[in-house]
């Protein structure tokens, strides 16, 4: 799958049973987390997990943890937030809210 149907690509997933794995453009990346910004291209570590109540663990985290992304709805039909681990990687928060 790749979005948008045509190049230039934003990201695009390729999905293996109930395992989805996300290859994102690296400007979109930058822009998405920030913290990226001027670090080399390479495997960034992040990772991507649905949950139900994503408003609810955004709320309960946001004081305890590094927000990298702030909550947002993306235009893709999610709703994610994203912070970073102890050991630097960024772990996405995401619930759909449409489609």
Request: no cysteine; proline share 7%; net charge negative.
């Amino acid at each position: 799958m790749t979005v948008p149907d045509q190049s230039p690509f934003a990201f695009a997933a390729v999905v293996g049973g109930p395992v989805e794995i996300f290859f994102n453009d690296a400007a979109g990346a930058v822009k998405e987390y920030p913290g990226f910004a001027g670090k080399p291209i390479g495997a960034t570590g992040t990772l991507f997990i649905e949950v139900e109540g994503v408003n609810a663990l955004h709320d309960r985290l946001k004081t305890s943890v590094t927000v990298v992304m702030p909550i947002e709805t993306k235009f893709y039909g999610m709703r994610e937030f994203a912070i970073e681990d102890p050991d630097g990687y960024v772990i996405t928060f995401a619930e759909r809210v449409n489609g």
